[in-house]
């Protein structure tokens, strides 16, 4: 059973769509998180939902909307895509770090990444 | 922020060993990460650190810390083929009361092996 899966892996699209990709989790952790990476591989946080509630939103800008209906599931719509959004996001999940004193080491199970093209 | 730098590409032959280094801003980094990325995948864990050892063995993988300079390198004894990927090198700046993890990965480093 694969821990983190994200559909599609696979998305090729046109300026100004509006597209989604989604994410599901079964590892029964409570923090989801979504990464991009761009052409040259740097990874970056977009976002972090612990138990639903959004937690981390970095400089990302507002044609992105991340919604958790429940804590095991994570999507990412993004509305009137741009050229520049063509990357490869991945989803990811974690125990939250309020438990790290206590042997959480913290680490992130990632997805197998949707590549996003956009044209 | 948190700056994390590596250097972009290392080559070795099959059977030496590789070093791969990281070196980060952050000195309130508690845990330190390697991840590997084989291409068209996902992120996998290798090894950890936690922040107040400076050496982690497992199996392979060798991990130093150096604190006051701020250096984390891995290192693969005994480089194979199949180690052939991405690696990079991630801080976790906590405690994060918030309840997430927020890690700051470092620019990646390309290994290649050769026959």
Same mark, same amino acid.
């Given at each position: 059973?694969?821990?983190v899966?994200?559909?599609?892996?696979?998305?090729v /699209?046109?300026? !100004?769509?509006?597209k989604?990709i989604?994410?599901?989790?079964?590892? %029964?952790?409570?923090?989801m998180?979504?990464?991009?990476q761009?052409?040259?591989?740097?990874?970056k946080?977009?976002?972090?939902?612990?138990?639903?509630?959004l937690?981390?939103?970095e400089? =990302?800008?507002?044609?992105?909307s991340?919604?958790?209906?429940?804590?095991?599931?994570?999507?990412?719509h993004?509305?009137?895509?741009?050229?520049?959004?063509?990357? =490869?996001?991945?989803?990811?999940?974690?125990?939250?770090?309020? %438990?790290t004193? %206590?042997?959480? /080491?913290g680490?992130?199970f990632?997805?197998? !990444?949707?590549?996003? /093209? =956009?044209? | 922020?948190?700056?994390?730098?590596?250097?972009?590409?290392?080559?070795?032959?099959?059977?030496d060993?590789?070093?791969?280094?990281?070196?980060?801003?952050?000195s309130?980094?508690t845990y330190?990460?390697?991840? @590997?990325?084989?291409?068209g995948? #996902?992120?996998?864990?290798?090894?950890?650190i936690?922040?107040?050892?400076?050496?982690?063995?497992?199996?392979r993988?060798?991990?130093?810390?150096?604190k006051?300079? @701020?250096? *984390?390198?891995?290192?693969?004894?005994?480089?194979?083929?199949g180690?052939?990927?991405?690696?990079?090198?991630?801080? *976790?700046?906590?405690p994060?009361?918030?309840?997430?993890?927020?890690?700051?990965? #470092?620019?990646?480093?390309?290994?290649?092996?050769? *026959?």
């Amino acid at each position: 059973d694969t821990a983190v899966s994200q559909t599609p892996k696979y998305l090729v /699209t046109q300026m !100004g769509n509006d597209k989604s990709i989604k994410c599901e989790q079964n590892l %029964g952790h409570d923090t989801m998180y979504w990464y991009k990476q761009d052409s040259k591989k740097f990874l970056k946080i977009m976002f972090s939902y612990n138990n639903k509630e959004l937690i981390i939103n970095e400089t =990302v800008p507002n044609r992105f909307s991340p919604k958790s209906p429940d804590k095991a599931h994570l999507n990412l719509h993004i509305n009137s895509l741009e050229l520049g959004d063509s990357a =490869v996001y991945f989803c990811a999940s974690s125990h939250s770090a309020s %438990g790290t004193s %206590g042997g959480n /080491t913290g680490e992130l199970f990632f997805g197998e !990444g949707s590549r996003l /093209t =956009v044209l | 922020g948190e700056d994390v730098e590596q250097s972009l590409f290392l080559s070795v032959r099959e059977g030496d060993s590789s070093v791969i280094n990281c070196t980060y801003t952050d000195s309130s980094s508690t845990y330190l990460y390697w991840y @590997k990325q084989e291409p068209g995948a #996902g992120l996998q864990l290798l090894t950890y650190i936690f922040s107040n050892m400076d050496m982690k063995q497992d199996q392979r993988l060798t991990v130093l810390l150096n604190k006051k300079d @701020k250096h *984390l390198s891995l290192r693969i004894a005994d480089t194979q083929t199949g180690d052939s990927a991405i690696y990079f090198c991630a801080g *976790l700046r906590g405690p994060y009361t918030g309840g997430g993890n927020k890690l700051t990965f #470092g620019t990646g480093t390309q290994l290649k092996v050769e *026959l």
